[in-house]
């Protein structure tokens, strides 16, 4: 058992999510090798945000167990699970509006800032030295994701595709192992799309990461992911290449059945 946990960086085995009498997941069984990018696609209501929920501890699982390298992260808190090296956005960009691009950087790194409050309001020289490290390593941070020249911008302020590339800043900034992004390519044009594939590609291979995403855009899944897990209805319908996805009978039905539903 050990040893085969080794080998990957997340493994999600058998979880369900049950809502009273709605099973949202059934039955989920997930792995993730280290710098592997894995899809998580499904028609609307298929459990792909609740899958994310229940790996970054929002939810517990009804049943199931969630292994993160080698520890058991079922159930546990979700801070306790950004500490360990679990990091994600979500659907509806969440960045500090009043603060600044920096300052948003830096309050998601806190999770990694290593003094007390006490040494932080008598200014002790440690916390001073603490603090001009985090403040360097959070430029150095915008730098790779090509921030830095926004830095003082309000976040808010900046154009689109760049909010959710803050966003994802922040989540590095916690220095994760695995990242989950939920709808990285959301309201983006094709020209916005194709430059976030490159710069997932790009964060995948600097920071040495695993990415799991959920997504709608096919382009955007298939130009990326090296493996893919389609839910409908709670239920695992498919896993495997973008190849095999694509050609999967069931995964075709699944999702003209939602055209022909909203026709
Ligand atoms: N906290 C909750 N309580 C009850 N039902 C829930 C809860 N969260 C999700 N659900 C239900 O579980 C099902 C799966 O929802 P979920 O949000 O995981 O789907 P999804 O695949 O992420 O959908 P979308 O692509 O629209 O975001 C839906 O029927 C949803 O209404």
Known sequence: ????????????????????????????????APQQIVGLIGPNGAGKTTAFNMITGVYKPTSGHIYFKDTDITGLKPNRITELGIARTFQNIRLFSSMSVLENVMISKHVRLKAN???????????TRAHKRHYEECMQLLEQVQLADLADEKATSLPYGKQRRLEI???????????????????????????LMEFIGRVRDEFGLSVLMIEHHMEVVMGICEHIVVL????????????????????????????EESA
Do not use: C, W
């Open 1 to 32: 058992m050990v040893n085969s946990l080794q080998e990957k960086v997340l493994r999600v085995d058998n979880i369900t999510m049950q809502f009273g009498g709605l099973r949202a997941v059934s039955n989920l069984n997930l792995d993730i």
């Open 117 to 127: 409050p006490l040494e932080a309001i008598l200014g002790l020289p440690r916390y």
């Open 169 to 195: 800043a922040r989540a590095l900034a916690t220095q994760p192992e695995l990242i989950l992004l939920d709808e990285p390519a959301a309201g983006m044009n094709p020209q916005e799309s194709l430059d």
């Open 232 to 259: 409908d209805h709670g239920e695992t319908i498919a896993q495997g290449t973008p190849q095999e996805i694509q050609n999967n009978q069931q995964v075709i039905e699944a999702y003209l059945g939602v055209v």
